[in-house]
């Protein structure tokens, strides 16, 4: 009986320690859920606090970077005003060169201006130019001669003549005019149409080129802008040597070598000088020709110079682009 006893009561206080334990447990989860439910809710209530604080500095970065962008806008625009009354400024001395107005130049823009265009030393004077057509022949080196000897520069509107080589070589390097009239000088040809007039055109003005290195930039007419030996429209070659950038210039006095039979040398020298006193024009082209058989043309020559020579107000002039062309055509 007491060890039955003593059993029922190991077993009630083994029963005890049990609850004892189980309610300490019991606690401790309690604790444990406490705490992590006190854990949610600070974290709850930290998060948006520290994204708020996150936010803040990204706000105050982006207000930074848009302040900044906001000066260098303003730089840009006071940039773009200057740029503009520069602009402006240059404008207004353009013009004041053009126009020659009250307001002056800068010293720069002057001293370019005078770069480009250099100053015609023969403004205001009455230009003679002496052309020779249909060369170079052997007529032409004695004509080469006659104008060295006298200081004077003329033009030679050439054909294709292969084997004169050297004389065309002279017209450049003795400082002579070499212009352009035709390869062939065979109207049919050269007056066919436009193509065959610009093939003749392109033809002489290579030959040219590969003989002297330069590039011809004038043109004449055979039988002069004004000829009715074909039935082309010639505005149709003048409109095509003006898309090429060539001048051509026609005349306005001719010696009248080209007649069929040969005058005396005094008849040429007199026919000229008639049409050049005759003339009221500050611009002189005169028509003579370098052909073979014109050994006339040539002996009047020096004679003729010499009475041009003597005329007031009056200079013996290359054709350039100082002179102002002579048209039979008026466009
Ligand atoms: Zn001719």
Request: no cysteine.
């Given at each position: 009986m007491e060890e039955v006893k003593e059993d029922i009561t190991t077993d009630n206080k083994k029963t005890e320690s049990k609850g004892t334990e189980d309610r300490t447990e019991h606690r401790k989860r309690i604790h444990t859920l406490k705490k992590v439910i006190v854990g949610i809710l600070l974290s709850l209530l930290l998060l948006p606090t520290i994204l708020s604080v996150v936010a803040l500095g990204q706000i105050h970065q982006l207000n930074m970077q848009l302040n900044q962008s906001l000066l260098i806008l303003s730089d840009l625009s006071m940039q773009v005003q200057e740029v503009r009354r520069i602009a402006e400024e240059n404008n207004s001395q353009d013009v004041a060169i053009d126009t020659?107005?009250?307001?002056p130049a800068s010293r720069l823009q002057q001293i370019r201006m005078e770069d480009v265009v250099p100053a015609?030393?023969?403004?205001g004077m009455v230009k003679v130019c002496l052309t020779f057509d249909d060369g170079p022949s052997r007529n032409t080196d004695a004509i080469l001669d006659i104008l060295d000897s006298y200081g004077i520069k003329a033009t030679f509107f050439v054909n294709g003549h292969p084997g004169f080589e050297d004389q065309y070589r002279r017209i450049v390097e003795e400082g002579h005019t070499i212009g352009m009239?035709?390869?062939?000088?065979v109207y049919s040809d050269v007056y066919a149409d436009i193509d065959g007039f610009a093939t003749d055109l392109e033809e002489i003005r290579s030959y040219i080129r590969e003989l002297t290195g330069e590039e011809s930039i004038y043109y004449r007419f055979p039988g002069g802008s004004?000829?009715?030996?074909?039935?082309?429209?010639?505005q149709e070659c003048i409109d095509y040597l003006d898309e090429m950038g060539i001048t051509y210039f026609d005349w306005n006095?001719?010696?009248?070598?080209?007649?069929g039979y040969e005058r005396s040398v005094n008849a040429l020298v007199d026919t000229t000088m008639a049409q050049i006193n005759a003339l009221d024009a500050q611009t002189i082209v005169i028509l003579m020709h370098d052909a073979p058989g014109k050994e006339t043309t040539v002996e009047a020559l020096p004679i003729l110079i010499e009475k041009i020579q003597a005329l007031d107000n009056v200079a013996i002039v290359p054709i350039t682009e100082d002179v102002t062309p002579v048209h039979h055509v008026i466009q």
């Open positions: 020659n107005a009250s307001q015609d030393p023969y403004e009239h035709s390869y062939s000088h004004s000829n009715t030996v074909h039935t082309m429209p010639m006095v001719s010696i009248g070598d080209a007649l």
